[in-house]
Every structure is written in C-alpha cells, then in structure tokens.
C-alpha cells in the first residue's frame, strides 16, 4: 500500500534561517506531488506542484522554492525564513493519471513551522 | 473559474445531534467533488467523493454527501454526531481536466458538546 512520509513534525526556526522539509511517498511510482500551507484560522494554500522530475509549478510568488530530487521525493526550502512563513505545511501525492478527475489527495501528517 | 464555499466557518452540535455542513461549488461542468477531514494537528483525510452516478454518497465514519446539480451543492451529513467528529472539515472540487489540483474551500470547524 502507499503511505507518505513527512518530516520533521514540528520547527521552530528564526527569522533569516534557511528551510528544508521532506516528503516521501512509498508504494507508487511517478505521483504527483504538492505542498500546502494552512495557515492559523485559514484554508489550504497550493504552493508547488510536481508532476514529475524537474516539472514543477509553482502556485504562490513568495520565498519558498521547491525540488523534487526522486521521483518520489519532494522538498520545501527557503534561504531565508520570514515570520509570515510559520504554518502547517502539509505534503499530498495523487494518482499519476490524476489531472484534477478525481482520485484525490492523500495528505502526509504535517509540519507545524514556527518562525521566530 | 472553480471555486468552492463554505459558508459556516464554525458550527457548534450537541453530540448525538445530526450534522449537515454546507459547500457549494461552482463549476461548469460535472464536478468531482470532495470531502475532508482534519484533526487538530494532524493532515487531511479523505471522507468521501464523487464523481458520477448515485448523488448520495457513502463514506468513513458514517459520514454521507449529497450531490445536488440544481444546487450547486455537495453537504456533509452524519445522523449523529459523536465527540470524536470534532475537526475541521473541507470541501474540494476537482479542477479542469489537465491541471493537476483541487480547489479546496477555507473550511468549518466543528465543534462537539457534551
């Protein structure tokens, strides 16, 4: 079965840090991959999508950059964190043949990043 | 454009109460349509979806959604509510064929007394 993985599960990082989280998927190949942001009383915020290796879009101009080294893989960094960054950043694979027909996300547990 | 709203951003229920949590869409053709669970904390889960046929549908944790075209409406209900089905909920709809992702709306917590 497919699970995916996220880490770390909590961050606290200053102003002017660098970031890096990762997700990995397990149990599928060539998933589609994102990265969401939720930030406090507010709904989900696509930031990247990845449907495959060096195809990544991204949703939100901001300073956040996303990499997907292998195939199942997928990182969030950024070279210097601004408290506007803290949030639960949440990780989802989807079907390879999914172009938005209906499979639906699977979520990975989530990273609650605080930014001080 | 796709678009999802829920238009109930808190909803506090007795337990043992039923439950029906709102979401419209808009969309112009046959949606696929979504929803999730979120405790705190924790990510999302999917409770149910559809694509087609049948517009009631069944999903975990004895939740169920009905579909309704004339609508534009896909709500959440479950007969009675237990303390554990505190958490955020969300609707989604899938987005146009080629795109790759869902629209999600900002969601409704839910709130259960004792």
């Known amino acids: 079965s497919q699970t995916i993985h996220q880490w770390p599960a909590t961050l606290v990082q200053p102003v002017g840090s660098p970031l890096s989280l990762e997700c990995t998927v397990e149990?599928?190949?060539?998933?589609?991959l994102y990265w969401y942001r939720q930030a406090a009383g507010r709904g989900l915020q696509l930031l990247f999508y990845?449907?495959?290796?060096?195809?990544i879009s991204s949703e939100v101009p901001q300073n956040l950059s996303a990499s997907r080294p292998q195939d199942r893989q997928f990182i969030l960094s950024s070279k210097k964190l601004l408290l506007s960054d803290s949030g639960f950043y949440l990780c989802a694979w989807s079907n390879e043949q999914d172009r938005g027909l209906g499979y639906g996300y699977t979520f990975g547990s989530g990273t609650r990043l605080t930014v001080v | 454009a796709q678009s999802v709203t829920q238009p109930d951003i808190h909803i506090t229920v007795s337990e043992g109460a039923s439950l029906e949590l709102r979401c419209n869409y808009s969309y112009g053709a046959t949606p696929y349509l979504f929803w999730y669970v979120q405790s705190p904390g924790q990510g999302l889960q999917l409770l149910l979806k559809?694509?087609?046929?049948?517009?009631l549908v069944q999903g975990i944790k004895g939740f169920e959604a009905e579909f309704k075209r004339s609508q534009s409406s896909f709500n959440l209900r479950k007969p009675s509510v237990h303390w554990s089905d505190a958490a955020e909920y969300f609707c989604?709809?899938?987005?146009?064929?080629?795109?790759?992702?869902?629209?999600f709306g900002t969601g409704t917590r839910l709130k259960v007394l004792a």
């Open positions: 990845s449907i495959g290796i060096d195809q």
């Open positions: 989604a709809v899938g987005a146009s064929s080629g795109t790759y992702k869902y629209i």
């Open positions: 559809y694509f087609s046929g049948d517009t």
């Open positions: 149990g599928t190949s060539n998933p589609n």
